[in-house]
Nanobody, 115 residues
């Protein structure tokens, strides 16, 4: 199982970024996917999740209305569209999949929101 995130970077407050996470080594379309983030000195927290069908999504209160999670099973990829970014969104963002009660994580992608 491998998850590879991309799309992070430096953005000004109010800006946008789209993160991507491509999975391999498992049947992507069968599993729900999640995005987490971890800021320096803080615990890793759930940002958003999506079911295997894409029919249901869930968001942390801090990102509701600003972030959108989606998936493209043809590309084995889950996305996180982040709009109206704030300095407090600065963190390393990780995607995660749970297979047979085991969690698999990507290497993370850094998002920095600063002027």
């Amino acid at each position: 199982v491998q998850l590879v995130e991309s799309g992070g970077g430096l953005v000004q407050p109010g800006g946008s970024l789209r993160l991507s996470c491509t999975g391999s080594g498992f049947t992507f379309s069968r599993y729900g996917m999640s995005w987490y983030r971890q800021a320096p000195g803080k615990e890793r927290e759930l940002v958003a999740s999506i079911t295997n069908t894409g029919g249901s999504t869930n968001y942390a209160d801090s990102v509701k209305g600003r972030f959108t999670i989606s998936r493209d099973d043809a590309k084995n990829t889950v996305y996180l569209q982040m709009n109206s970014l704030k300095p407090e969104d600065t963190a390393v963002y990780y995607c995660k999949v749970t297979l047979s009660f085991m969690n698999y994580w990507g290497q993370g992608t850094q998002v920095t929101v600063s002027s």
